[in-house]
């Protein structure tokens, strides 16, 4: 069948000719319903957004999307110029400008000069810790941070400026960064370092996540990687690894002999 889209020379198609064939027409209608999903999401996230909101429910047509797409780059563009702008916080931090705090790991690391500001803002526990009343002593100029070595630290302190860390570090510290945040209260730290141990979740690392999400009380990891153990009990039982898991998270052992008897015997 000739195709009015995909044919080399459209112009000379006419009707009843001018049709579309079904690779088109499905393609088409996947740039619809992304171009859809997308719109709805964006009302579902708004504050007013209501279910039954005509702009949540109309289709557009496929007329509308190279205006669409445009609007689209618009914004891509914008997040760009958005993420420069703020990378005058990164390099206030490198270049130690105006610096007003230092943050010292464990083991008697190096202290590393910080911004309160920064702290405050992006930590409710920093913020009472460096808040000062008068049933409270006087906040000092350094915070110590046990949990985390130099590395660890700085990574975090990054993070903390940048609202963003390079796969390369996050792989490296995601353990120590998901403690950290979950200590600290930093939110948003937590969600990334999930969203990574979910992603990389393997044979060699799901012991350590279970742990990890176990310490954290992050019930969603917790529940995926213990899943993903019990479907590989027999490798994860007979590696290196395990034995130093029994010793080291007997109750974690428990529920996980468990989950694998009920799943081995399908008792629910």
Request: proline share 5%; glycine share 2%; hydrophobic share 35%.
């Amino acid at each position: 069948m000739d195709c009015s889209v995909c044919t080399t020379m459209p112009l000379i198609l006419r009707p009843p000719r001018n049709t579309i064939c079904g690779a088109c027409y499905e393609g088409a209608r996947s740039i619809l319903n992304m171009m859809n999903k997308i719109e709805s999401d964006k009302t579902m996230d708004s504050p007013n957004a209501s279910p039954a909101s005509p702009s949540h429910n109309s289709c557009k047509s496929l007329s509308t999307f190279k205006r669409w797409y445009a609007q689209q780059l618009d914004q891509m563009n914008e997040h760009k110029h958005q993420a420069a702008f703020l990378e005058s916080f990164v390099d206030a931090f490198r270049a130690q400008i105006h610096t007003d705090i230092t943050v010292t790991p464990g083991n008697h690391g190096s202290p590393i000069p910080s911004h309160k500001a920064v702290l405050a803002t992006r930590s409710e526990v920093f913020k009472n810790m460096l808040d000062s009343d008068e049933c409270k002593a006087a906040p000092t100029n350094n915070i110590t941070i046990p949990e985390l070595n130099c590395e660890e630290l700085e990574s975090l302190l990054e993070f903390l400026y940048r609202g963003s860390l390079g796969p390369e570090k996050l792989e490296q510290h995601v353990f120590a960064l998901s403690l950290a945040a979950d200590k600290y209260g930093i939110a948003y730290l937590q969600k990334q370092c999930e969203q990574y141990m979910l992603n990389s979740l393997s044979i060699s690392n799901a012991l350590d996540v279970l742990e990890i999400a176990d310490t954290c009380s992050n019930q969603k990891l917790k529940d995926t990687t213990m899943k993903f153990l019990v479907e590989n009990i027999q490798e994860i039982v007979l590696s290196l690894q395990y034995e130093a898991f029994v010793h080291r998270s007997p109750h974690l052992t428990v529920q996980l002999s468990r989950e694998s008897l009920k799943v081995a015997n399908n008792i629910k």
